[in-house]
Structure formats: structure tokens, C-alpha cells
């Protein structure tokens, strides 16, 4: 089984920084693309950032130039640097992660979530 991992949530004040770790554990043979969701409360869960084994990355529009995602396919982590905190950036957020067994069974993760503040 693969779990995912996820710290980094908190509170800060508009303007501030946070980052996100996800580190995904167990009988991994590979991981193709990771990524970020958030999911305010009565609203849906979006797509933040994602990003692909060989580094492409894909962004939400609203968190263009101030969200960079990168990974470290060595230590199988994910990271969310986030800048310039809106208080509509306020919710909780989601690492997801997909890949295979060996020797070609897929699965698809999601972390337990982490919750993320910002107050105006």
C-alpha cells in the first residue's frame, strides 16, 4: 500500500508564505504525476498544481506567480511553495499522487489533507 503524508498547513497573515511537503511511503515501483487540490468549505475541490515525473507543471490560473510546486523524485515528495497568501486561498489542502505496482498495476492516492489559514 502507498500512503501519502502531508505538513506544512497553518495560519498566517495575507501577504505571508507557507510551504507543503507530501511525501509518499510503501510498496511504491513508481509515481507518475503528484499534485495539490484544495477544497474550501461549500465549495468543490480544485486542481492547485500538479507535477508530472519529468518536472512539467500544470497551475491553477488563481494561483499563477505565487504558487510553485516542485518534487524530489529521490525522496518521492511533493512541495507546494506558496507566496503572496490571499485570504481567499483559505482551505484545505490535498496531495494526490498516481503510479504502479510492479510490475504495472496502478493506484492513485490521496493524502489526509492539511489545513491552510489566511487571515486578512
Known amino acids: 500500500q502507498v500512503q501519502l503524508v502531508e505538513s506544512g498547513g497553518g495560519l498566517v497573515q495575507a501577504g505571508g508564505s507557507l510551504r507543503l511537503s507530501c511525501a509518499a511511503s510503501g510498496s511504491i515501483f513508481s509515481i507518475n504525476a503528484m499534485g495539490w487540490y484544495r477544497q474550501a468549505p461549500g465549495k468543490q475541490r480544485e486542481l492547485v498544481a500538479a507535477i508530472t515525473t519529468g518536472g512539467s507543471t500544470n497551475y491553477a490560473d488563481s494561483v499563477k506567480g505565487r504558487f510553485t510546486i516542485s518534487r524530489d523524485n529521490a525522496k518521492n515528495t511533493v512541495y507546494l511553495q506558496m507566496n503572496s497568501l490571499k485570504p481567499e486561498d483559505t482551505a484545505a489542502y490535498y496531495c494526490?499522487?498516481?503510479?504502479?505496482?510492479?510490475?504495472?498495476?496502478?493506484?492513485?492516492?490521496w493524502g489526509q489533507g492539511t489545513q491552510v489559514t489566511v487571515s486578512s
Open positions: 494526490h499522487a498516481d503510479g504502479t505496482y510492479y510490475p504495472d498495476r496502478p493506484w492513485e492516492r
